[in-house]
């Protein structure tokens, strides 16, 4: 296992600045790694329960409020899945699966049994750090109740039961990606958003390497913004970071 334990070891590097602490409950069997990866995230500010094998960590599950569960697959007494099952059946709190690298059929049935995410082993610190971010701001967004409209800007009002946006007179076309894109930066405003955190957010998808979906959403997003208000740099890219509402 000491690859795995190599592979997260606190590189200093891709925590989002601003990350609130949250309560997680970690799974895993293997002793080592968990103390490590524990302790990388409880160095970020996060509080962390261990649980070592499947029946022990259900019942912490159960009965206890977290605002993330990571889950490994493999476990003694109950597997992983059977965990995520009957966790499934009365609560809904975000997990990350950490699954063995390939394992594609895990990956798939945890998304069948509601897994949010998950995370190949060896865990890579960055990416995994990111994952986290990005799941504990979508469910803390989800939580806090939206009013039907809003007006976030001089004249650009959403209308979110219609889910639909007006500038002035015009109503603007928008594809349910699109809209759902402009309420998060709406929603954060002069706040630099990341890639992986709007792949999860609004595409509910890992960022992939080489995959442009995003780019071409944001891109089709700011065509119609600036067609309505020609002059105004809405959404800009930040590079090497994401991209910025302003």
């Known amino acids: 296992m000491n690859h795995q334990l190599n592979s997260i070891a606190d ?28 302790s990388l995230l409880r160095r970020k500010g996060h509080q ?18 977290y605002h993330l569960i990571l889950l490994d697959k493999l476990l003694p007494k109950l597997d992983g899945l059977e965990v995520l099952r009957q966790l499934r059946q009365k609560k809904d709190t975000p997990v990350m699966m ?24 060896p865990l890579n610190t960055t990416e995994l750090l990111l994952r986290i971010d990005a799941l504990l701001r979508r469910s803390r967004a989800a939580a806090v109740p939206l009013p039907a ?14 889910r639909s946006a007006r500038w002035r007179d015009s109503e603007i076309s928008l594809t349910p990606v699109e809209y759902q894109l402009l309420e998060v930066f709406l929603g954060h405003r002069d706040e630099v958003l990341s890639k992986p955190y709007l792949y999860q957010l609004v595409l509910n998808k890992p960022h992939g390497r080489y995959d442009r979906s995003l780019d071409m959403h944001v891109s089709n997003l700011r065509s119609k913004l600036g067609g309505l208000m020609p002059g105004k740099a809405i959404i800009k890219t930040v590079h090497g970071k994401g991209y910025r509402y302003q």
């Open 11 to 38: 590189n200093g590097r891709g925590f989002v600045p601003g990350a609130q602490p949250a309560g997680l409950l970690l799974i895993e069997d293997d002793i080592e790694v968990g103390q490590s990866l524990a």
């Open 48 to 65: 962390v329960e261990v649980a070592i094998d499947g029946e022990q960590g259900l019942d912490y599950a159960l009965n206890n409020n």
């Open 98 to 121: 950490l699954t063995a690298c390939g394992a594609e059929q895990q990956r798939i049935d945890g998304f069948i049994e509601g897994a949010d995410d998950y995370q190949s082993k």
């Open 149 to 162: 409209s809003t007006a976030p800007s001089d004249e650009l009002v959403l209308d979110r039961e219609a």
